[in-house]
């Protein structure tokens, strides 16, 4: 039934709480769920994040999903709002924005809205998308607390660059500019997951794990289990074919592979119609039967095709593990030129997740 299949594993995501809660001990945790919760399922993940202190996404569209499941914390909204409409409706839903524009900032002060929000400032510590550039923060905070539409200004807010690279010089000056910068009362935010996981000294009062929770690394060069982190997402097909080939047989669209001997070759329901990604290049593994085989030939909207040479008894029928524990989407993502980030949120509406 329904293959492929997305098995959300929420026991996995609450020990992936569990060690940013110990990783970053002083530290509260908003907890990022845009993206439908890095393609997991925002209400499913968010029963289970409920537990940090505060839930992060980056459009309003997400922030109603949550509110209309029930959800009263403070869902802080990462872009804030891009217009009228949208600030009333974050006031209405009592949201807290990023402040991150003049526009923004603009709007508050014209907007007549149904109840003051809460606001955190985006500061632009050198990564240069979002944030008010160090120097003009006193005046945009002095701004705020004068705006009648601001209920507080709760802390500043930053972003990391190169928080997956280590030693990186670009991270000291982030947080060397960061730390300068005095503005009394207020909390601080820089560290995304790679920083929660690799740079204590930026986990400051509040930490925005994303990628982590969902149990995968940040890091070009270890895996989530490396850093004590379980996957959340198994993504799970079947064999629907098997052929026995010849020698010089081609394999599917462009026939770029070529059977180079008699062999078996299977082929699994799993395209990029489901978000599988079609520059995966031949060699990358699938588990068939819990056993790695080589993707063979280019991947189709609907299916790939396997080397079953290591398993010529393979059947039509046989489960297939595209990624999930054993098979880390970051070595997927490696063999695609992209990272699990991508994978994980491109993951299509037809694959049906489903709770284990
Ligand atoms: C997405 C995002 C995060 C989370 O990043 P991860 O690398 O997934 O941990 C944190 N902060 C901001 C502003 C973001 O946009």
């Given at each position: 039934m329904n293959f492929p299949q997305a098995i959300i594993d929420l026991s996995a995501l609450r020990h992936n709480l569990q060690r940013v809660r110990e990783r970053a001990p002083y530290s509260r945790v908003m907890a990022v769920v845009k993206a439908d919760g890095y393609g997991h399922g925002l209400k499913r993940v968010a029963q289970v994040l409920a537990e940090a202190h505060a839930f992060a996404v980056a459009r309003l569209g997400e922030a109603l999903v949550l509110r209309q499941a029930g959800y009263q914390g403070t869902i802080v909204l990462l872009e804030g709002i891009a217009d009228k409409e949208e600030l009333q409706v974050a006031a209405a839903y009592n949201l807290t924005l990023v402040v991150h524009e003049t526009t923004q900032l603009d709007l508050l002060w014209q907007v007549p809205v149904k109840a003051p929000l809460s606001v955190w400032l985006k500061v632009d510590t050198g990564m240069h998308r979002l944030g008010f550039p160090p120097e003009r923060v006193a005046e945009a905070v002095a701004s705020l607390r004068r705006c009648?539409?601001?209920?507080?200004?709760?802390g500043l807010m930053s972003h990391l660059a190169n928080a997956d690279q280590a030693e990186d010089s670009l991270t000291a000056i982030q947080l060397e500019t960061f730390e300068r910068i005095t503005v009394p009362g207020l909390w601080r935010s820089i560290a995304n997951s790679a920083a929660v996981i690799a740079c204590p000294q930026a986990h400051f009062d509040w930490v925005r794990p994303g990628l982590m929770l969902y149990g995968?690394?940040?890091?070009?060069?270890?895996?989530g289990a490396a850093v004590g982190l379980k996957p959340v997402m198994t993504l799970k097909t079947r064999l629907i074919a098997i052929h026995h080939l010849h020698p010089g047989d081609s394999i599917g669209y462009g026939a770029t592979w070529v059977c180079p001997e008699a062999m078996v070759v299977g082929v699994a329901a799993i395209g990029y119609g489901d978000g599988y990604p079609r520059h995966a290049a031949p060699g990358t593994p699938l588990l068939v039967n819990g056993r790695p085989v080589p993707l063979v030939g280019r991947v189709s909207m609907d299916m790939v095709t396997l080397d079953l040479r290591s398993q010529p008894e393979a059947k039509v029928g046989d489960p297939v593990i595209v990624w999930g524990p054993g098979l880390p989407v970051e070595e997927i993502a490696c063999h695609a030129a992209t990272i699990p980030y991508e994978l994980l949120c491109q993951v299509t509406a037809r694959v049906p997740r489903i709770r284990e």
């Open positions: 009648p539409a601001v209920a507080a200004v709760v995968a690394s940040p890091f070009a060069n270890c895996t």
